[in-house]
């Protein structure tokens, strides 16, 4: 009953204009940097091609990866975290909760929110990784920053990339992984939206967009007004590849691990409410 | 409005909150400083900036999301109900339009005043002469954008419903927010004083109306407090500007609510 929840709701989910209309717009974004680099760097010497990975959209050298990131806690919500609320309104919850169970609906939505903000947001940056290495010679290895490999700045600035042993072991692997962390981030930022519109003060979908952005800005500051730590707390630093701001990989995972816990907990603490209204 | 004022709880927390990175109790803080660190005037103009920007930005989008439904919930509840009742609809838009007015002084009095409170928890502030008039400016140029950009929400979320709206106006803002990043690589942008052309383009975008200390003024007790660019930005030329757009905004928004057919039930649910 509960993958028959999971399946019915991702479904139902995809077939939502929201999500298709970030997906497109995500393919849009990818197709523009490309078509971008492209024009930038066609006729370059392969001495002076910069390494393809570095070129791709979340690369902290791209403009409009930079752009992007503003609009990314909005952005995060639109495919998926609403449909708690558009459940609601259009009375489908009763349905689908009389069908599956009322647990079985509130966890099916959780990890069907997930999936749906996972696969929308990492399609098409695993395909901007493609395309990439079609493109662009694989053996490049030039830095847009123009530093060259073997420079004391250039090799301070890798090893305060994210997760930077797994960038020197292999870059191509370290772009997919982190590609894949950032849609994972993307969906855990999606299901904790989710959880909060399961209040119900939460009536109107305007009020969803707060949770996201507050997070995100309140953990910024939180760990500004820590004087000791020395790292960012900018979510533009964490999830977009090859920042060279000091960054603190331990609480990153401890972040995304309390963000799930928070979602969980809330879509327990919701499920074991009365259902009758 | 009963059922609004919890949320000046939310205003509270975020005042308090966003404060608390210069609790320093070593240092006597000045009432003008902290009016404006809410006034932007940590923002810098450089791609880098721009997350501070937004971060202080939260106030704004804060009030904006939360009175974002404060005419347009009348259009989501037994609107055939309530509208059927009230012939003078122009009339009764432009009274809850006015208002909406009082509460976002309101939020911008009760977060600088729960900010500068937690800081006079730890350490000492000072009352310096000109922040009474800082804090002035600052109330009247706030208050009118947070005023027009959420009649704007209310009034888009007429037509289009709420989230939409809400995409369409913050998209606005941080479009013209973003504009500061790209003038940022600009060095043009960093001589001082500025020129008249540069200076000209900056003031071109709404947003820069917020930033308190890009502005200049003739009274004395706020010299070194504002001014950083020594251009030509007087406070007038920014409530001015906020003015003409709200009554411009309040205009259209009574055409719209003229217009609006509210047989519709509920528009967030799209009818049912």
Known sequence: ?????????????????????????????????????VLKYRGSDLMTMVHPMKLVLLSDYSA?????????????????????????????????????????????????????????????????????????????????????????????????????????????????????????ISGFLATFC???????????????????????????????SVGHIRFTSNYFEYLRFYSAYPKSEAAYIFTAIILLLTSVFLVEFNSRKDTLE | MRNYVKYFIFSAIWGSFSIVPYINS??????????????????????????????????????QV?????????FCSASVYYFSRCERRVQWFFKEAVSLYPLAILHLLIMVFSGTFFICLTSSVRFDAGSFCLLGYYLAIHSLWLFLTTILINIVAIKIRSGGAFV?????????????????????????????????????????????????????????????????FEFVESISLYIILSVLLIAIGCVVVKRQEFIVINIETGGT
């Open chain 2, 26 to 63: 070593d240092e006597i803080l000045c009432f003008s400083d902290i009016i404006n660190k809410f006034g932007f005037s940590e923002f810098y103009l450089h791609s880098t900036g721009l997350a501070v920007f937004l971060q202080w930005y939260l106030s704004i989008l804060l009030f």
């Open chain 1, 64 to 184: 409009l990866g930079f752009y992007f990131m503003q609009y990314f806690p909005f952005v995060v919500i639109i495919p998926a975290a609403f449909s708690f609320i558009s459940d609601k309104n259009s009375k489908e919850i009763t349905y689908i909760r009389s069908r599956v169970g009322a647990r079985n609906y509130y966890y099916g939505k959780l990890i069907a929110v997930f999936i749906v903000t996972f696969f929308v947001f990492t399609i098409p940056l695993l395909i901007d990784v493609a395309i990439n290495c079609i493109a662009f010679p694989m053996n490049a290895t030039g830095d847009p920053s123009n530093l060259r490999s073997y420079d004391f700045t250039y090799i301070e600035g890798v090893w305060k990339y994210l997760f930077s042993d797994l960038y020197v072991f292999n870059s191509y692997l370290y772009t997919i992984v982190m590609t894949l962390l950032f849609g994972g």
């Open chain 1, 1 to 37: 009953m509960f993958i028959n929840s999971i399946r019915m709701q991702v479904n139902a989910l995809v077939k939502r204009k929201n999500v298709a209309a970030v997906y497109f717009a995500m393919l849009i974004l990818v197709l523009i940097n490309y078509l971008g680099n």
């Open chain 2, 168 to 232: 369409i106006v913050s998209g606005i803002q941080i479009f013209l927010a973003s504009l500061y990043a790209y003038w940022g690589e600009n060095q043009k942008f960093d001589e001082i004083p500025m020129s008249n052309r540069y200076a000209n383009l900056l003031k071109s975008n709404p947003l820069s109306h917020l930033v308190l200390n890009w502005h200049s003024s003739g009274i004395k007790s706020l010299s070194g407090k504002i001014d950083i660019f020594e251009m030509e």
């Open chain 1, 194 to 224: 989710l959880a909060m519109t399961m209040f119900s003060f939460m009536k109107y979908k305007i009020i969803a967009f707060l949770p996201v952005y507050a997070l995100l800005y309140v953990l910024q500051i939180a760990v500004k």
């Open chain 2, 66 to 74: 939360l009175f974002g439904t404060f005419i347009y919930r009348h």
